[in-house]
């Protein structure tokens, strides 16, 4: 488990008026977690720096030898993007539409699911080494729930289902769930430490790798007790190989003091298995204070038309949006990490098509890079009366005492919407200062004229599609 340096909780007020040093944490290289002195903010650094991942990817072959590596880091890389969500596969993943590797040897025409295979970890971990070669992390999930649940690319063909192998201890496993929520004394059980081990085993030496016990926790199966056990024998893993992961689960529905409160100290951070909605994501990262990060590219609740990429057919104009302003509300809630991930048979996997969000993507990160440094110290303003006068929807606002940073938003499941010229009202502490509007489609920023009104400044907005950020710095402090 990854460890900070934690201080007391000084509030946003004093997070706007100070101006002492942000943080303080033990220097470490790759994914870490550190707490500034001033906010009492946790966030994730990656390399000693904050850290902003996002990006699509091949998520179910990826990891297991039915995908090209190398095209998707060299596309992320090339375009901005950081982040892959993958998990080993528990069916055979030629079921899926090409050849890969297994996880398991076969005896005669069954599978042996206590013959863990060597070549197939050692062919994850150097997934892992490949991503992190180009600073790519990896949010690597032990266990895909959907593997577990009736269907026949799903239980029907499961390594553990007992029809597909020769194990005897598998044979009462008449559903899925039978094999996750073993009983803690079971065979199945140690068999999930086993898996837990080998994968961890694969895993070391790996600076960019976060775990995530399961995704959907709770979906037809696992329980919060369940994750915690999971998470424990990693930790005792990392006793014993001095070496460390960040570690999380994701949940659609534990997220709350009467549960997760009870057991936040076995998890590193929270992971969303999707925002739902800014109020949803900032509460959270404000209830826990831990980094927060999210799974599912959806911009709704988990219904087939918010999704973007799932499909070949939701990769278009509208999509590419839709996943851009995703991220940025995201951002603005607090989170760190913004899943996305392609459904679509490996043959089709191809983003050649997507010709908007490759700018969207470096524009974002030209973003990140503008407030990175600052994340320390950047707290949501949370005061009604911050902003006012705001022509889009919705409208978020981070300050911190050298600058503020806002976002308009046109809302999820919308697009193309057009703005004409406004004035939107801010409440501003600086005396001397600057605006500029950062346009997230080609990451231009621009000069906007503002005029001071008592505590407030009038900015004068341009027209614009969808979304706009704008950027008010005080001018007296010293920028990185």
């Known amino acids: 488990m990854k460890t900070t340096f934690t201080a007391v909780f000084p509030g946003i007020l004093a997070a706007i008026l100070s101006l002492l040093c942000p943080t303080c944490c033990a220097n470490k290289n790759g994914l870490d977690i550190k707490t500034s002195t001033d906010t009492g903010k946790s966030y994730l650094v990656y390399n000693n720096e904050p850290l902003f991942a996002f990006g699509p990817g091949d998520e179910m072959r990826l990891l297991n030898g039915a995908a090209d590596v190398d095209r998707w880091v060299d596309w992320q890389a090339t375009n901005g993007m950081n982040l892959v969500r993958a998990y080993p596969m528990s069916v055979p993943i030629d079921a899926y539409g090409a050849p890969g590797v297994m996880p398991f040897l076969k005896q005669g025409e069954k599978w042996d699911v206590d013959a863990f295979s060597k070549d197939y970890f050692k062919h994850i971990g150097n997934v892992a080494k490949a991503l992190e070669k180009k600073g790519i992390i990896l949010h690597l999930q032990l266990w895909q729930i959907v593997f577990f649940k009736d269907g026949d690319r799903r ?6 289902n007992p029809k597909n192998n020769v194990n005897k201890w598998t044979q009462e496993f008449s559903r899925g769930r039978h094999y996750i929520d073993a009983p803690a004394e079971s065979v199945a059980r140690q068999h999930q430490k086993r898996w837990v081990y080998a994968i961890l085993d694969a895993m070391k030496g790996r600076d960019n790798v976060i775990i995530d016990v399961i995704n959907e926790l709770g979906n037809e199966m696992g329980s919060l007790e369940w994750a915690v056990t999971v998470a424990d024998w990693i930790h005792d893993w990392e006793k014993k ?88 509300r995201s951002l603005f809630a607090g989170l760190q990490s913004v899943g996305a991930y392609w459904k679509s048979e490996v043959q089709e996997a191809d983003y050649q098509s997507m010709e908007q969000w490759p700018n969207y993507a470096r524009a974002l990160r030209v973003f990140w890079n503008l407030i990175r440094t600052r994340w320390p110290l950047l707290m949501p303003a949370t005061d009604e009366s911050f902003l006012s006068g705001a022509i889009t929807p919705h409208a978020y606002a981070l300050a911190s005492p050298d600058c503020i940073v806002i976002y308009l938003e046109c809302g999820s499941h919308t697009w193309n919407n057009e703005y004409p010229t406004s004035i939107l009202r801010v409440k501003c502490p600086f005396q001397s200062f600057s605006a500029k509007t950062f346009d997230t489609k080609s990451g231009a920023l621009s000069d906007t004229t503002a005029e001071r009104d008592g505590e407030s400044i009038d900015l004068s907005l341009p027209t614009f599609r969808d979304d706009l950020v704008v950027l008010i710095e005080n001018a007296d402090a010293k920028h990185p």
């Open 155 to 160: 239980w029907d063909i499961n390594f553990l």
């Open 241 to 328: 190989n001095r070496w460390s992961f960040i570690v999380g689960v994701d949940s659609e529905h534990h997220y709350s003091l009467e549960q997760f409160g009870a057991y936040k100290e076995h998890f590193d951070i929270v992971i969303l298995n999707e925002l739902r909605s800014y109020e949803n994501g900032s509460n959270v990262a404000a209830m826990f204070n831990m980094p927060t990060i999210s799974v599912r590219s959806s911009d709704g609740t988990n219904q087939y038309e918010d999704y973007m990429f799932a499909r070949a057919e939701q990769t278009g104009s509208e999509h590419q949006t839709r996943y851009r302003t995703l991220c940025y």
